[in-house]
């Protein structure tokens, strides 16, 4: 062909198209120290505490999205679409005090986007010394107290890009202290209502215990009314939320989470806890909403005879995604750690369970087991269970795992339907009773109750599909 012609040839145009977005992209604008330095002059912070963002700020950069190899090919933020997100700016609300207790509950914390809404305390924990409060109400009272608690990232785990990024850039939070020598035997509850569309929320937790203290806590995460009806079109929402756990010795600690967030969140959770001497960390999580969840818990038994018992479980529906990691690192002598995951996923969801125990050369006598299992209600529903085993010291109790991923298992159908039961009930059961470790572990009545109703509604609101698989292709 000539030039002439090829001048004369009709010009074509080329649709533009989006930028494809990569698995482990991370699409939040706002991540500079421009915006660190502007949210710490905000709330007029000392110098520590920007120099500790910072910090943070370079340990997010630096490090990448997955630094264990055995997991980074299960980094999927693809349903992630977060670049109109805005964090919402600190209030330094000190959270109105409320007189009205729920039934059965020692304190209560409500906290939205805008901060800490009310805060109601019995007599019974007020006279023992328990201090529930926003982080600014602890910098403010005691800046001392404040800065021993936050300053180096608390419990955060230092590899973890995210948790690093909460470190940075969190405008608010709570502190709940329990002194030495005191046993609540009424719970804690912290409640948060988020999911304003197109907002950004990052925030910490603080659980300090003294020696020989106990407290059971209940975290709720639920859709606030600002959220509204979720669609195709609602802009995302995004929550970062910490919980740091410094625990004293012959201290015990029993938390138990509830997540039910709005299909238009993105949640990144991080959880971490040293656990002392003879010190006892229960954990029972279940997650139910947002359309993604990262979820990451770190536990670091330091004193001899320090425990954690660790439950997790997973409903999933539609397209939602649950990446769930656990790391329990053993270093004193005689530690123990049984941590168990499950998964029930139908529709299109996914879910990836991944795990490490690690047993150091100085933790004698260990006694660890990690379980992480899958139960397939759909022929489209994925589960990936990767738990893993790193061990330098060969005087162990015991240091096992187990894993499994597959369908409802056929002779447990066969028998309760021999029992009378039809087969879409049978399921129900098997499906429910399932999950019912994290249920039974919720230390308060109310919120086992709340727990069972939601667990039913998403059994009910897939139940009428043709989709629940007897085996899974």
């Known amino acids: 062909m000539s030039a002439a012609e090829g001048a004369a040839a009709p010009a074509t145009t080329t649709p533009s198209r989006a930028a494809r977005q990569a698995p482990a992209d991370l699409t939040l604008a706002f991540i500079d120290e421009a915006h660190v330095r502007d949210l710490s002059a905000a709330i007029a912070e000392p110098d520590w505490l920007l120099a500790d963002r910072l910090e943070g700020l370079r340990a997010f950069e630096a490090l990448p999205i997955e630094n264990n190899q055995l997991y980074t090919s299960y980094i999927d933020l693809r349903n992630a679409h977060l670049g109109g997100v805005r964090p919402v700016p600190p209030t330094g609300r000190p959270g109105e005090d409320c007189d009205e ?9 409500q906290i939205d986007e805008d901060g800490v809404c009310a805060v109601a305390m019995s007599d019974e924990a007020r006279a023992a010394g328990l201090i529930l ?5 602890t910098r403010a009272r005691d800046p001392e107290t404040f800065r021993r608690l936050l300053e180096g990232g608390c419990a955060l785990p230092e590899n973890d890009k995210l948790a690093q990024m909460t470190r940075a850039l969190w405008s608010d939070g ?8 005191v046993r609540l035997e009424l719970p804690v509850v912290l409640r948060w209502t988020v999911g304003r569309p197109g907002t950004a929320l990052l925030a910490r937790t603080i659980l300090s215990l003294g020696d020989d203290a106990e407290v059971s806590v209940v975290e709720e995460q639920l859709s606030g009314e600002a959220a509204g009806s979720v669609s195709a079109e609602t802009p995302q929402a995004f929550y970062a939320g910490t919980t740091e756990v410094k625990i004293g010795q012959g201290s015990t600690l029993s938390f138990a989470g509830l997540q039910d967030l709005g299909l238009n969140q993105i949640a990144f959770q991080h959880r971490s806890a040293v656990v002392g001497k003879a010190s006892t960390v229960h954990w029972a999580l279940a997650q139910l909403g947002s359309r993604v969840v990262r979820s990451r818990i770190d536990n670091r038994l330091e004193g001899d005879g320090a425990t954690v018992e660790q439950a997790e479980i997973v409903f999933g529906s539609s397209d939602q995604l649950f990446d769930l990691t656990s790391y329990t690192r053993h270093v004193g002598r005689d530690t123990t750690g049984n941590l168990l995951s499950k998964g029930a996923l139908g529709d299109r969801s996914r879910a990836y369970l991944k795990g490490m125990i690690a047993i150091e050369r100085s933790a004698h006598g260990t006694d660890s087991f990690l379980g992480e299992f899958g139960m397939l209600l759909s022929r489209q529903a994925r589960s990936v269970a990767i738990p893993s085993l790193e061990i330098d010291q060969p005087d ?16 447990q159908l066969f028998y309760l339907e021999s029992r009378g039961l039809d087969a879409e009930e049978a399921r129900k059961f098997i499906v429910l009773g399932y999950l019912e470790p994290v249920v039974a572990r919720m230390p308060l009545e109310s919120a086992r109750e709340h727990l069972r109703d939601l667990l039913e509604a998403k059994w009910q609101a897939r139940s009428g599909r043709p989709e629940i698989a007897a085996s899974v292709a």
């Open 174 to 181: 709570i502190l709940l202290h329990v002194p030495s020598g």
């Open 133 to 137: 409060e926003p982080l600014l109400q």
């Open 396 to 411: 162990c109790r015991r240091a096992a795992h187990a894993s499994s991923v597959g369908p409802i298992d056929e002779s």
């Open 101 to 109: 207790l729920p039934e059965g509950v020692g304190a209560i914390a």
